[in-house]
């Protein structure tokens, strides 16, 4: 019931994730990066445990794949489970536990990696992968909206989503991209691009604002002198 991309930008060291469910509010259980540590996508059935934990793991200098051995030694349910680590070289491991459900894939590039389940086919990750490697000069954000764009295109999961976010994690201790649609009866994928296109043009002032009010711009709101 979930597909998802986890991401390093190269160029910035920016990491982020994207994700998309038929069930609500997907981003709040599934989106887990950390700045200069990399990136956790845990789905299916979910455990949001397992991104804190993850990352944590990865802070310590586990690789990815040392991450996953832990979760299956210690991890309660891991064959209920679905998960990517990705590590602050790019370099990606997978789980797809032998309950996962429908058809499910996991597909791996460059500083990428995709997964999903309840597909409707299992080329979607690798239509992520290949779409968020075609612009690699592109913002991080950017290229993520491609890819889940891209992955309904492909096909998506077997039946609509409805909700979608998308983290990105920089320099700074907190997300300077939470964007999150929780539920849509529409084309949520098309409201999710609109949402990082108002966004993105306001990211790096907020930031600014956070870190020396005195030289940010104005808020631009009304009222605002």
Known sequence: MTFSISARCARTGMFGIAVSSSSPAVAAR???ARAGVGVVATQNITDPTLGPKGLDLL???LSPEDVL???RAEAPFFDYRQVVVLGREGNAAGHSGAK???T???AYGRDVAAAGNLLASPDVPNAMVAAFEASPNAPLGDRLVAAMQAAVAAGGEEGPV????MLI???VAWPVADLRIDWSEGDVMAEFAALWELWKPQMEAYVTRAL????APSYGVPGDA
């Not at 409805?162 to 976010?165: N, T």
């Not at 020396?212 to 030289?215: A, G, L, N, V």
Request: proline share 4%; net charge neutral.
């Open 30 to 32: 599934c989106a887990h």
């Open 212 to 215: 020396d009010p005195s030289t």
């Open 104 to 106: 499910h894939a996991i």
């Open 100 to 102: 996962t459900l429908g």
């Open 169 to 171: 994690v920089d320099k």
């Open 162 to 165: 409805h909700s979608v976010g």
């Open 59 to 61: 802070a310590q200098g």
């Open 69 to 71: 051995a832990r979760f």
